[in-house]
């Protein structure tokens, strides 16, 4: 060992005694740096220890300069060491004169990519997870939303709840009739108003369809090749959109897919570019199945929809207490009527009378014991009566269009 120095070096790097933490079969560079004056008169040799043993000068480089002070010197020795084995780790310590530093190097976790590679790994396998739920769940959960906490179109005086128009072909009829009106009277209740006539003859929205349209909340087209064959559509489609849309909130457009791929109609394109303002329904082979995306898509654009249990009729129209005269309210002459469409209902077409109202009440003479049991008698048959032929279940698949061409004035003195 070189002489001590009167003055003990002043230890420049590590600052501290130094713990590192590294992982088998590692390599680390143990830095050790020094300094002292010249004055001392004293030539310090580094040396390495580990755990109290003192190693050769293999695997070690020492460098020696002078300070910017010229009255200092500078030591530097570098001590390289392979962890390749449990043995290697201990505590390292650089001894120069009367100076120490030590290094305890101990076995830490093996850091290494395959946890981050699966931790990368799980969280892609969650967002395709999500995507996926956001894709398959999306409707449901935006019909859920809006049917707890939507906007209900109330009060507003309509008689219906979509105006769907149609072209004459035999398809297009099938797929109103029997599709799309039970669907949305029997599963959802909504109350449809049919009509195949040309909506727009001069591209000019006639008396009868303002009148029509605005009974009614949307405004449903099935546009078919046999509709856009239409003068209106081929000669002034864009024009006729444009009155469309002051009709109807956001007209509801729909088209079948096996058509959509070869229509090379304007129409189509003019739909697509204005998207924001009409809704554009594509019917697919897959359609049919009752939770299939477009029933879910034609809900959402369809007005919220209020049902109360144990009510007759719209309920919509209902809360209103509409008293319009035009309502009827004994129309006993219907009870001999039978559908005169069957097109709208999905069985045979033939109904029993649904539409039957009751018998007005009877009002006996007081003090009467007679006309106490006739009364008595006449009330139990009247409500059984009432509960064997009215409906209720029914009243969603019936043709409205039946109902609403009659019509009979009602004073305050009949009601």
């Known amino acids: 060992m ?65 300070g910017q002070n010229a009255s200092e010197r500078l030591l530097a020795t570098v001590l390289q060491v392979n962890l390749t084995r449990d043995a290697d780790f201990g505590v390292f310590a650089c001894w120069v004169s009367n100076a120490t ?33 956001y894709i398959r769940c999306r ?14 179109e109330m009060n507003d005086g309509k008689l219906y709840d979509a105006y769907v128009s149609h072209a004459t072909a ?11 009106k039970p669907q949305l009277e029997n599963r959802y209740g909504y109350k449809l108003y ?16 303002i009148m029509n349209v605005s009974r009614c909340r949307r405004l449903i087209v099935v546009l078919s090749v046999a509709y856009l064959e239409q003068d209106w559509c081929n000669s002034s489609f864009r024009e006729g959109l444009w009155r469309l849309l002051e009709l109807s ?12 791929r070869e229509i090379t109609h304007p129409a189509i394109s003019l739909l697509k570019h204005h998207r924001s303002t009409v809704t554009l329904l594509v019917w697919r082979a897959g359609s049919m199945t009752p939770l299939s995306d477009f029933w879910k898509e034609l809900c959402l654009a369809l007005p ?81 009566s009432h509960q064997s032929e009215i409906d209720v279940s029914d009243l969603g698949s019936h043709n409205y269009g039946a109902r609403t061409d009659f019509y009979c004035l009602v004073t305050e003195d009949d009601i």
């Open 2 to 66: 070189a002489d001590f120095c009167s003055v003990p070096p002043e230890i420049l790097a590590p600052a501290a005694n130094k713990t590192l933490e590294l992982a088998l079969g590692s390599q680390v560079v143990l830095n050790c740096t020094v300094r002292w004056a010249i004055s001392e008169h004293c030539e310090p040799v580094p040396t390495w220890t580990k755990d109290g043993q003192w190693l050769g000068s293999e695997n070690r480089q020492d460098s020696m300069w002078l």
């Open 101 to 133: 530093a030590t290094f305890t190097l101990r076995r830490g976790e093996v850091v290494g990519h395959v946890s981050a590679v699966l931790a990368a790994l799980l969280v892609l396998a969650l967002l395709v997870l999500l995507a996926g739920l």
């Open 139 to 152: 409707l449901s959960v935006l019909l859920w939303y809006r049917n707890h906490y939507g906007e209900l």
């Open 170 to 180: 035999p398809d297009d009829r099938k797929f109103v009739h029997f599709i799309i």
């Open 194 to 209: 049919l009509d195949e006539q040309n909506i727009l003859p001069n591209a000019e929205p006639s008396a009868d369809l």
């Open 249 to 260: 909130k956001k007209p509801i457009f729909i088209v079948f897919e096996s058509q959509y």
């Open 304 to 384: 919220r929809k209020v049902a109360f249990r144990g009510t007759m009729g719209d309920p919509q129209t209902q809360l209103q207490e509409d008293k319009d005269p035009m309502l009827i309210l004994h129309s006993s002459y219907l009870d001999s009527r039978r559908d005169p469409h069957p097109d709208g209902d999905l069985g045979t077409g033939l109904r029993g009378y649904a539409f039957r109202s009751p018998l007005p009440p009877h009002i006996s003479v007081l003090g009467g014991p007679t006309a106490l049991a006739t009364g008595t008698q006449e009330d139990t048959q009247l409500k059984d």
